[in-house]
């Protein structure tokens, strides 16, 4: 432990007991005077109203704290499904992550979901087997669950009356030959286990180096035992964390940080929580932020840093350190702060599959639900806000029903706004059924002047877009193919039945301009009408999404929940069992998956666990799924499309 700073992050399925481990470390390390409860709604990391409510966390949350002399920034993720893109963005942003397994309930769904993100991620794990005092706690079961996923664990502690209130927790003995046998194997290192062999032990600093190098590189997952409701084991698991987990160097000298977390003071503005990975942020500071609306350039107002609980001033924050900057208007959850260098973690943010209406109960409060979703959308940019113009209506895509209440509320708390969601329907996509040519010849009424002509091409799925320009800069100067290749995924968002268009390629085979009449933005208008000419040519073929469905329960309804998957369109295996209980995974369509959960529950008397997260998108079967009504001009009906464009291009409304 030597002055290390360090990004933690704890992740756990749903009622795991995350947050109650999060309070404890707290409490511990004299961040708070005492630890708050989930079920009381006391909790000093669930800070809204239906976070207490719901004994859930929806929002991530930082805190800083002191342990001996190591400094741990702790960001505790949501554990609900429904909030994954919180949990990855989060991931992303860690140099270690601890993860909370119920030693009653052992490897969850979401449990199953976090471990592949954190493996995905390369990121060093800690295992924390909860619930020790709980009446059927079994952590050596919990952890053999978790090793049949994949990881390599560790014991680090040793349990006495478990299953119990007096259930205790010392540490491993580190000094006796068969631990540091299985340390040596689990590290994974053949001159540590050649000088184990020769020598018959090792000294305490060999050992523990070399199992922090495999912490490091995620070969080696530590485990740690607890009662978190108690405090027990947390003590133990800070140890590891300070001693095992490496303090990452800087990426480079100049400034690199990711936003992770955006808040809205009513007071001071825009919050952007950032970790930066190089470099340094102060005040009255220019930076460039990229993100999903481009590359911009701004000045930092204010910068805090988080101690404890709280936001304290500073003048300067470095790397590896959380910072909390204000003046940064246009950034979103996920941005890039400064430069993008290699070493970064990738993200992916979850799959919205859900679309629904969102209409206030006033409708004069249409101007300012549409101000409070853009904000809540710089907040969680997969919520994907969509404006009508025509229609005068708001759309919003959304990851699962719970979200539809946290948005509620959100909007009920913080702007005073009464609204009601739609009936959710699933978000489908297309694709082109063949390979076609399209054309336009954007050249009337005067001035103007821009020629195209496009091939699109189906892909395998789950492809995506890919993009290939053949013309030479001789026939069409590099920044007309540069307003192609700009306008060309805006064009994709809705294909010939509405929904976005995916899994195939788009290849600019020709294209003219002039020396006079081309307008700066001309390509902007025919690249739109070109391209949906292309699809109309090779028709379209609606995908629908799938989710991996996983549902386990009492044997004895086991009959039951193939009942369910079978009218269902569902796909799947023969269930496993073990110890009463089974097992079953699926793969079902999204459309048929709406109340599959409250009627899993209802076949099971409350008895199961469902869990389910995106697979993949496939075919539709004919007579199956639905268009959706275009947004916006229709580039099919040529004369309106190109009437709103250049209205549009003049500065007036179409």
Not at 70 to 93: K, M, T, Y
Not at 295 to 319: H, M, N, P
Not at 380 to 388: H, I, K, R
Request: proline share 6%; net charge negative; aromatic share 6%.
């Amino acid at each position: 432990m030597n002055g290390k700073t360090l990004n933690l992050g704890i992740v756990a399925h749903a009622d795991a007991g995350k947050t109650t481990l999060t309070e404890q470390i707290l409490y511990l390390t004299g961040a708070i005077r005492a630890p708050g409860s989930v079920d009381e709604g006391t909790a000093a990391t669930d800070g809204m109203e239906i976070e207490r409510r719901r004994g859930i966390s929806v929002r991530t949350a930082c805190a800083s704290v002191l342990w001996r002399d190591c400094r741990l920034n702790l960001i505790d993720a949501p554990g609900h499904a429904d909030f994954l893109s919180e949990v990855e963005r989060s991931l992303a942003v860690l140099d270690g992550a601890v993860l909370v397994v119920s030693a009653v309930e052992g490897v969850q769904p979401q449990t199953r979901l976090l471990l592949e993100a954190i493996r995905r991620a390369g990121l060093p794990c800690f295992l924390f087997f909860n619930k020790l005092d709980r009446a059927g706690s079994g952590w050596r079961n919990a952890l053999a669950q978790v090793e049949k996923e994949g990881a390599r664990c560790l014991p680090l502690s040793v349990v006495a009356e478990e299953g119990s209130p007096e259930a205790t927790v010392r540490q491993a003995g580190f000094d006796a030959p068969d631990w540091q046998e299985a340390a040596v194997l689990a590290a994974g290192d053949e001159a540590l286990m050649e000088r184990f062999l020769m020598e018959g032990s090792l000294p305490e600093e060999a050992l523990w180096a070399g199992l922090s190098e495999a912490v490091g590189r995620g070969e080696v997952y530590p485990a740690v035992c607890g009662a978190s409701k108690y405090g027990r084991g947390v003590g133990d698991l800070l140890d590891a964390v300070c001693r095992l987990l490496p303090q990452p160097a800087p990426l480079g000298g100049e400034l690199c940080a990711r936003v992770y977390k955006v808040e809205h003071d009513p007071a001071l503005g825009k919050a952007a929580y950032l970790r930066l990975f190089a470099g340094e942020l102060h005040n009255r500071q220019t930076v460039e932020a990229a993100g999903r609306r481009g590359r911009v350039e701004e000045k930092i107002t204010w910068v805090r840093a988080v101690e404890g609980r709280k936001l304290v001033d500073v003048e300067r924050v470095s790397a590896n350190h959380i910072a909390v900057a204000y003046g940064l208007e246009s950034v979103r959850a996920g941005d890039l702060v400064g430069r993008e260098l290699p070493g970064l973690r990738a993200y992916r943010l979850a799959e919205p599959l859900l679309l629904s209406r969102v209409m206030p109960q006033d409708p004069a409060d249409l101007p300012k639900l549409t101000q409070a979703l853009s904000q809540l959308e710089d907040e969680d940019p997969a919520l994907g806000c969509e404006w009508n113009r025509e229609k005068q209506e708001l759309w919003a895509r959304l990851t699962g029903k719970l979200q539809i209440e946290v948005l509620e509320a959100l909007l009920d708390q913080r702007w005073g706004l009464r609204v009601r969601f739609g009936e959710p329907s699933v978000i489908y996509r297309e694709t082109p059924r063949a390979l076609a040519e399209g054309f336009e010849s954007y050249t009337w009424p005067k001035p103007c002047w821009a020629e195209v002509r496009f091939q699109v091409e189906p892909l395998p799925r789950g492809s995506g877009f890919q993009y290939e320009c053949r013309v030479s800069p001789g026939r069409l100067p590099y920044r007309y193919q540069t307003h192609v290749e700009t306008a060309v995924p805006r064009a994709l968002k809705q294909g010939l039945l509405g929904w976005q268009v995916t899994d195939l390629k788009v290849t600019l085979l020709d294209g003219t301009w002039h020396h006079v009449h081309t307008h700066p933005l001309d390509f902007f208008v025919a690249t739109p009408l070109g391209l949906l000419d292309a699809l109309r040519r090779a028709g379209s073929q609606l995908l629908e999404p799938v989710l991996r469905v996983e549902m386990s329960g009492p044997l004895d309804c086991l009959g039951k929940a193939m009942g369910l998957l079978a009218t269902r369109r569902a796909v799947f295996e023969p269930a496993a069992m073990e110890e009463g209980r089974f097992r079953l995974e699926a793969l079902v369509p999204a459309a048929e998956a709406m109340e599959l959960p409250v009627d899993f529950a209802s076949a099971t008397a409350g008895a199961g666990v469902y869990s389910s997260r995106f697979a993949h998108y496939q075919d539709c079967p004919p007579g199956l799924g639905a268009g959706r009504e275009r947004i916006g001009p229709d580039p099919l009906d040529r004369p309106k499309f190109i009437l709103a464009a250049r209205s549009a291009m003049a500065g007036e409304i179409p």
